[in-house]
């Protein structure tokens, strides 16, 4: 059986806005992240997934399009992109781009017919509202000028598409095309589960009981979304060259996440489990037990532009902590069967920045929760490319970010941190370098092995990893060698926060 590129790949999430700027503007964009591909060639990942480009009146980072088609200004032209493309592919990364189907801006020119009055029944409008929250907080209703309200689960710039209307299945698959003829290798589609509503718009019993992602919930995963996922199938295998989808599901039931991942379905579906785990090796586990159990094709993510970064989520009052943990976890999850997402700066070993004041944050959470909420911002920081400067390298010039960037950047830049055989970026290199060599050859299903309780032990035939989340050194399961280590290891000893690959022992 050949194996298809992505079930085991190693993506790297661009956040376009914060990750290179070539034209001086303060933010990022497709011309900077064509001068920094040689950086992700090198840092060893196979993919990347790029967020919107698209033109947007960025309500919502881009979230929000206005334009399936186009490229904002902000970021280039699609000559830029086509050349990005171009110049990924010599270099062998994939490229992903991110799908906006269950809403789109209040720009589009869909949107703007609406509200003169002008085939409404592509977004959900009504006469009267039911007690639904916007994710971002306040009503997910929003009233038009002769009386009517629009359902928007994200920011008021955000309709939610009525999927119940042939056009708008017609029109993603178009837009869908449109990105494949220009050499896509495939799609993130956002809020996957999203696209279908319960028909009628019950309101809900309590308004708690709309947690983001509930499988059953009125607002989210509704059956009906399978077959749209089924026809784009269609679509990615009669283009040449393994096309892929992965789907954003959030969704608290490990069975629901599988129905999404069917052969006739998508190919992938995030695995926001394993992010929301704590630090503890039974929750480890019984993630992992739970995805391989009921998953065919897993992924794996630590971080990403919606939620704090994970060094940050693992600190502790020790200082330090967050980074050994982080870097363990690296370990850990890239020693698991199937694919692995990175999100941009994690390589760093980048904190969140969680002192931004409040006039720079843009984020609409930050807004909608009238402040009580902190919002994304903190993980969306421009990248540091150099020790020093206005910008630390990310803009050309003496060009501020459109975010600032904390002091303590310098130090974890991508010039500060390059040739240091003991910072967190050359650690990465070597662990995207060993996984290359290493797992190719090793069975696709673990074997637990005998632990200590907070350590997490497992084989795939020549490799053994282990992880200890706890709080004394555990002994390191018998082995050849020690292949790499997040951390310094204390003879036959792994220390707290620290994971390990080993060669095993010959049978
Ligand atoms: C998920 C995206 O990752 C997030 O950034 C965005 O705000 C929402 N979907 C709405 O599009």
Redesign the pocket.
């Known amino acids: 059986m050949t194996i298809p590129w992505w079930r085991d790949a190693v993506v790297y999430e661009i956040y376009v806005r914060s990750f290179a700027d070539a034209s001086g503007d303060g933010v990022g964009d497709l011309a900077g992240i064509r001068e920094r591909l040689p950086y992700l060639r090198d840092l060893g990942v196979d993919a990347v997934w790029l967020?919107p480009f698209y033109p947007s009146p960025m309500a919502?980072?881009g979230?929000?399009v206005a334009d399936y088609r186009g490229v904002d200004p902000l970021f280039g032209s699609l000559a830029d992109f086509e050349a990005l493309v171009a110049d990924a592919h010599e270099l062998g990364l994939r490229v992903l781009v991110d799908i906006?189907p269950?809403?789109s801006s209040s720009q589009h020119p869909w949107f703007q017919a609406a509200l003169r009055g002008e085939r409404r029944e592509r977004y959900i409008f009504r006469d009267r509202t039911n007690n639904w929250q916007s994710?971002?907080g306040g009503p997910a209703w929003t009233q038009v000028a002769d009386g009517q309200w629009y359902l928007h689960?994200?920011?008021p710039g955000?309709p939610d598409f009525n999927w119940r209307e042939p056009e708008v299945h017609e029109e993603f698959l178009d837009i869908l095309r449109f990105w494949l003829d220009r050499g896509v290798d495939g799609f993130r589609i956002?809020?996957a589960m999203g696209l279908y509503k319960a028909e009628d718009l019950p309101d809900l019993p309590a308004v708690d009981e709309q947690a983001f992602g509930a499988a059953r919930s009125p607002v989210w995963g509704q059956p009906e979304v399978h077959e749209v996922y089924r026809s784009w199938r269609k679509l990615l295998d009669g283009y040449p060259g393994e096309r892929m989808a992965v789907g954003?599901v959030w969704t608290d039931d490990p069975e629901d996440l599988a129905r999404y991942v069917r052969p006739d379905e998508l190919h992938q579906s995030f695995n926001f489990a394993w992010l929301q785990a704590p630090w503890s090796a039974t929750a480890f586990r019984k993630v992992i037990d739970d995805t391989l159990a009921t998953v065919p094709f897993a992924t794996w993510v630590l971080s990403?532009?919606?939620v704090v970064r994970h060094r940050t989520r693992y600190e502790t009052a020790d200082p330090g902590t967050g980074l050994s943990r982080a870097k363990a976890a690296l370990l850990a999850m890239l020693a698991l069967p199937g694919s692995a997402y990175l999100y941009q700066g994690e390589e760093l070993g980048l904190p969140e920045v969680k002192n931004l004041p409040p006039e720079a944050r843009q984020d609409?959470?930050f807004f909608q929760s009238e402040g009580k909420l902190p919002g994304?911002d903190g993980c969306r920081v421009p990248l540091p490319w150099e020790a020093s400067g206005p910008s630390h390298g990310f803009s050309p010039g003496g060009t501020r970010p459109w975010l600032p960037q904390p002091e303590e950047f310098g130090a974890l830049s991508v010039q500060a941190q390059t040739g240091d055989p003991a910072s967190t970026l050359e650690f990465y290199r070597a662990a995207l370098a060993c996984r290359r060599e290493v797992v190719e050859d090793v069975p696709h299903a673990i074997e637990w092995l005998d632990s200590h309780e907070d350590a997490l032990v497992f084989r795939r035939g020549s490799l053994v990893c282990a992880l200890n989340c706890g709080t004394d050194a555990v002994r390191l399961p018998p082995h050849e060698s020690v292949l790499l280590a997040s951390g310094p290891l204390a003879g036959d000893a792994l220390p707290p926060d620290t994971a390990a690959w080993l060669q095993a022992p010959p049978a």
Request: hydrophobic share 30%.
């Open positions: 967020t919502d980072g979230y929000d906006v269950n809403h994710t971002f689960l994200f920011a955000q956002d809020v954003e990403n532009h919606d609409p959470v994304r």
